[in-house]
């Protein structure tokens, strides 16, 4: 999974919508991610293609289309977690060489 895959799922467990989406992804990363609408679009679109996100409808505000993650956009980002996790600790375990404590 790409990091902008997976930043997305991250922006949508809230009801988001694209600029939004946008925001919340600069923000997380101190402005080191920053999309494009282009990018953002296509990843949502794809995205909704797998049924990971789906359009979110609220009957106060129709302005803006808003996207929320699904129960299979949940798993997809929890098994993603994970996978950081595992990594992460095999990273520090070699460039730490056990050092880190």
Known sequence: MTE???????AVYKPNHGYGIMQFIDK??????VLGAGTLYGAVNALVKKKWIIPY?????????EYVITDAG?????????????????????ILGGKNG
């Open 4 to 10: 902008t895959t997976f930043l997305v799922l991250l």
């Open 57 to 65: 409808d609220d009957e106060f505000d129709s302005k803006k289309k």
């Open 74 to 94: 949940r798993q997809i980002a929890e098994g993603e977690l994970k996978r950081l996790e595992e990594v992460l600790k095999l990273a520090s375990t070699i």
């Open 28 to 33: 997380v990363t101190d402005g080191r991610v």
